[in-house]
T-cell receptor, first 116, second 109 residues
Framework: GAVVSQHPSWVICKSGTSVKIECRSL??????MFWYRQFPKQSLMLMAT?????????EQGVEKDKFLINHASLTLSTLTVTSAHPEDSSFYIC????????????FGEGSRLTVL | KQEVTQIPAALSVPEGENLVLNCSFT??????LQWFRQDPGKGLTSLLL?????REQTSGRLNASLDKSSGRSTLYIAASQPGDSATYLC????????FGAGTTVTVRA
């Protein structure tokens, strides 16, 4: 299957700093990418949908200014957690939808963010 | 709004036993349904994708069925192995995935 790479896999930062997480589709062009957040022992919560070359669509309750999403190319989307606080600590996962008619989604390995 | 439910939440079986994982969804107007596996602290690995026009998909020891009219999908794992221990998530898609909470499977050696 297609490969989606996420980086970094884990990051620790101080409260008030910003952290950028990258999501890359390695062997296919992704017209749409999704960003999820997962709390311990819970399922994935969709945060936003990003389409290449346009603004991201955020889910209700997700702060646009807190979680900046950029999808500048067909192979890269970034999530920037701005002015991070301990409550932003979580597991963030991206997924990418290729161009096949099945619409199958491929997921990255996830990024563990810990804000001190 | 699509609601996806997975039963049971957890399952522990001895090695060799067959696994049956259930997924139900409230809105039958789906594009496809995917089953994923998630190991602790890791991302999701796609196991099977069933398009709305299909009734089942098979891959090795895995078989997934889909009944859109009743809003159900079942994932069967034959002859379970300790390596099958993980959390299994189902997700339905029109346009963006709606996930169930998952079934955590433990296969005892």
């Amino acid at each position: 299957g297609a490969v989606v790479s996420q980086h970094p896999s884990w990051v620790i930062c101080k409260s008030g700093t910003s952290v950028k997480i990258e999501c890359r589709s390695l062997d296919f062009q992704a017209t749409t990418m999704f960003w999820y957040r997962q709390f311990p022992k819970q399922s994935l919560m969709l945060m936003a949908t990003s389409n290449e070359g346009s603004k991201a669509t955020y889910e209700q309750g997700v702060e646009k200014d807190k979680f900046l999403i950029n999808h500048a190319s067909l192979t890269l989307s970034t999530l920037t957690v701005t002015s991070a606080h301990p409550e932003d600590s979580s597991f963030y996962i991206c997924s990418a939808r290729g161009l096949s008619e099945t619409g199958e989604l491929f997921f990255g390995e996830g990024s563990r963010l810990t804000v001190l | 709004k699509q609601e996806v439910t997975q039963i049971p939440a957890a399952l522990s079986v001895p090695e060799g036993e067959n696994l049956v994982l259930n997924c139900s969804f409230t809105d039958s107007a789906i594009y496809n349904l995917q089953w994923f596996r998630q190991d602790p602290g890791k991302g999701l690995t796609s196991l099977l994708l069933i398009q709305s026009s299909q009734r089942e998909q098979t891959s090795g020891r895995l078989n997934a069925s889909l009944d859109k009219s009743s809003g159900r999908s079942t994932l069967y794992i034959a002859a379970s192995q300790p390596g099958d221990s993980a959390t299994y998530l189902c997700a339905v898609d029109p346009h963006k995935l709606s996930f169930g909470a998952g079934t955590t499977v433990t296969v005892r050696a």
